[in-house]
């Protein structure tokens, strides 16, 4: 049996009160990712998506479940995970070049001063900034700067990037320029790619699965909706296919009607959605591990 690249087993997180009890954010997380997937994770405030990504990236510890990638237990941060957070986090005292260099050279310190500058200045230029290259932080707009971290991050090619919320911040004009780039740089390179969304636009746009969670506390994947539409996607034509109009309704009832009480499956993996093939709420569901042994 073929192991997935990613594999998330019963992850729970729980707070102590300090009484001898506690505050269950989630409780069994359970899912896997494929290599090359980009997958999005949707839920309201307080159902922990952010600390399910800080536990992939090893910024946090879960109390209990286990991560496994590429065969090997996740503990601790690691450059093979690489992670793009909402505020930036540019080093204000370098250049937009060297705030790529620096990354670079930690992951590749045999390389030598060319390799690593000509290596940056690429992925610069796939987000449009090779006219910026010395510039400082603060001589950037928000969304200049993001486009620098999502430069940094993809520029050290690590195995799996967590975004979180990336483009939160960002006014809806540069949100769609950022998206775009993100869109062509994923086409590029194909790396697993796990992000924190509250757009319902923006994961079907990007991603190729939906993860959506119940509401806290106690929360869980409730369902993983498949997007099914061809990549590229672009903002200015996905409207037109209208398995969009179908993923879109399916997830916005979801978040407004359902979220409070949906539960997964027996197993405890999220339902597998493909609203696209289904009408309304009579969408068909099946559990992950049944929807792979039918294509087996």
């Known amino acids: 049996m073929n192991k997935s690249f990613l594999e ?32 999005c994770i949707i839920g309201h405030s307080g159902c922990g998506k952010s600390t399910i990504l800080n536990v992939l990236a090893g910024l946090d510890e879960a109390t209990s479940g286990n991560i496994v990638m590429n065969g090997k237990e996740v503990k601790g941060p690691s450059l093979d995970r690489g992670v793009v957070f909402q505020n930036y986090s540019l080093l204000p005292w370098k250049t937009t070049l060297k705030n790529i260099v620096f990354a670079v050279r930690a992951r590749w310190p045999s390389w030598s001063k060319e390799q690593v500058r000509e290596h940056s200045e690429r ?3 796939m987000v449009g900034l090779d006219h910026a290259l010395e510039r400082k932080p603060s001589q950037l707009s928000g969304g200049m700067r993001q486009r620098v971290s999502i430069a940094r ?14 483009f939160g911040a960002l006014d809806a004009l540069t949100r ?55 990549h590229p996607r ?6 037109q296919n209208p ?34 093939k289904s009408s309304g709420a009579q ?12 294509n087996a």
């Open 8 to 39: 998330v087993d019963g992850l729970s997180k729980v707070y102590p009160d300090g009484q001898g009890g506690g505050l269950t954010v989630f409780e069994d997380i359970s899912f896997a990712l494929e290599k090359g997937e980009f997958v």
């Open 153 to 166: 991050a993809f520029a050290t090619q690590p195995d799996l990037l967590l975004l979180d919320e990336p």
């Open 234 to 239: 672009a903002r200015s034509t996905i409207f």
């Open 176 to 230: 769609g320029v950022i998206q775009d780039e993100l869109v062509k740089i994923w086409e590029n390179t194909r790396q697993t790619v796990f992000m924190i969304t509250h757009d319902v636009d923006e994961a079907i746009l990007l991603s190729d699965r939906i993860f959506l969670m119940s509401n806290g506390p106690n929360a869980r994947i409730a369902e993983s909706v498949k997007v099914d539409m061809p």
């Open 283 to 294: 969408a068909e569901r099946k559990t992950e591990s049944a929807a792979r042994a039918a």
């Open 123 to 125: 992925y610069l230029k």
């Open 243 to 276: 398995a969009y109009h179908k993923t879109r309704d399916y997830l916005v009832d979801y978040l407004v009607n359902r979220s409070g009480s949906a539960l997964p499956d027996a197993d405890g993996k999220p339902k597998f959605v493909e609203p696209a």
